[in-house]
């Protein structure tokens, strides 16, 4: 399902309604076929006869299209498989997102949830223009009328409304050679040197999100005074830490020096910290640099989220609770979530271990669900509500040598409930199979 630019449904109408089947792919080499229904848009109807010979750019296909079902084949490789995953669910979010800049800022998340029964994935990073050997050039190939054998696989599949579309837009038989019949789009559309973890993983993570590529920079941020914060002593969570837990994330002292020199002018108040705010550098990770005014040189860092199975909630609380430091700041990014991205690339998506809750989500109903299995590395991430109407990610939780369940109990989301939840997701990696040459 589409909708328009301010959130409305538009019908299907057999009237001005034409069905094509788009090939998208990276390199030349197909990756996802994308049956779309609609029209050409006012501005490409202009320009162009149809859409032979029309460069339409891949955000292009929202003005373009009504509905869309991606098509992947009954068996296909789980490298193809993660290739279709982030062609058709990565990338068609960030057009979907930019479709719908001026429409509600929940909208886009409803849409999504309606069509793929999961939460929208969150935005990824895009940086044209630095590629190296990881650039994906998605491109659109070509846009195709359809067989009479893929008229037939594909009508069980859809809703009634697209059959009549779809049938006056096929081939005259099956032997017509398919390419040369194509409409061939050279226009090409880089998508990305680096990938931010993208979305809530639910049922089957995204992995084209999940693991992404690239170098996350590093920056540091300034935390927002805290509202409404319970005091750390005052209650005790499950997700809390212990003070060796605390000292286990503390980085080495040079690291430090060097994250202290680049946050001296961002240090705040740890009074005025909010430890509960549900998102912090990207939901990816980072460290916590404190500082004591009455003594000169004295600061300590601490890593919170990737690579490590503890939030900034906790890091942050723990570290008021056993340091009382004067100060902190936020330092996004780092040499560990560096090397964790290198990791992943030797890393696969296990389906049968990888699980999530939409909605309904408690800790005792997603532990509940998760499966027990011991994963290589374990990522859990929520979606939640900001209390300002917009959905965001919560920070990604990693652990090693475990299972999701093990790692929920120290989500802030499901443990706290502070915020409105959306969905939660777990994914489980495992080391790449490669086969023998």
């Known amino acids: 399902m589409l909708v328009e630019s ?130 994906k050039e998605l491109e659109v190939l070509c846009a195709r009328l359809l067989t009479p054998t893929e008229r037939d696989e594909l009508l069980p599949q859809v809703q009634s409304d697209w059959v009549p579309v779809i049938n006056k837009s096929i081939l005259s038989d099956d032997s017509s050679p398919v390419r040369e019949q194509a409409h061939t789009w050279p226009w090409r559309k880089k998508l990305g040197v680096s990938f931010a973890v993208g979305g809530v993983v639910l049922g089957s993570v995204l992995t084209g999100c999940l693991l992404w590529r690239g170098r996350f920079q590093d920056d540091t941020v300034l935390l927002r005074p805290k509202f409404d914060q319970t005091h750390p002593q005052k209650t005790t969570f499950v997700d809390a830490i212990t003070e060796s837990t605390l000292a286990s994330l503390r980085t080495a002292e040079d690291v430090c020096e060097r994250a202290f020199n680049a946050s001296v002018q961002y240090l705040q108040p740890v009074s005025r910290m909010d430890w509960l705010r549900p998102t912090v550098c990207r939901s990816q990770g980072g460290r916590l640099v404190c500082a004591w005014r009455d003594k000169e040189n004295r600061y300590s860092c601490h890593s919170f989220g990737i690579p490590t199975k503890f939030g900034f909630t906790a890091v942050g609380e723990a570290i008021e609770r056993y340091l009382k430091p004067d100060e902190c700041a936020i330092q996004c990014g780092g040499e560990a979530l560096d090397l964790f991205q290198q990791e992943l690339k030797e890393l696969a998506l ?88």
């Not at 997102?97 to 509600?104: S, T």
């Not at 109407?389 to 989301?413: C, E, F, M, Q, W």
Request: hydrophobic share 30%.
């Open 6 to 135: 301010t959130g409305g449904r538009p019908p299907i109408t057999e009237d001005g309604c034409i069905a094509r089947m788009v090939s998208v792919g990276g390199g030349g080499e197909e990756v996802t076929q994308v049956l779309v229904l609609g029209r050409l848009g006012d501005r490409l109807t202009r320009k162009y006869s149809m859409e032979e010979g029309c460069p339409l750019e891949l955000d292009g296909l929202f003005e373009w299209a009504r509905r869309m079902l991606v098509c992947r084949p009954a068996v296909e490789s789980s490298e193809s498989a993660d290739a279709s995953r982030y062609t058709s669910q990565c990338m068609f979010a960030d057009a979907l997102r930019k479709h719908l800049e001026g429409a509600d800022s929940t909208e886009g998340g409803r849409v999504w949830l309606e069509v793929l029964k999961q939460g929208l994935p969150d935005e990824h990073v895009v940086d044209v223009g630095d590629a190296t050997e990881d650039t």
């Open 350 to 437: 296990d389906d049968n271990c990888s699980t999530g809750c939409i909605g309904d989500c408690t800790l005792d109903k997603f532990a509940a669900r998760t499966p027990n299995c011991n994963c290589t590395v374990s990522i859990l991430q929520c979606q939640v509500d900001d209390g300002k109407g917009n959905i965001v990610v919560t920070g990604t939780l990693v652990d090693r040598h475990s299972d999701p369940r093990r790692l929920s109990k120290h989500s802030t989301a499901l443990v706290r409930q502070r915020h409105k939840i959306h969905g939660c997701g777990a994914g489980c990696l495992r080391p790449i199979k490669h086969p023998f040459i």
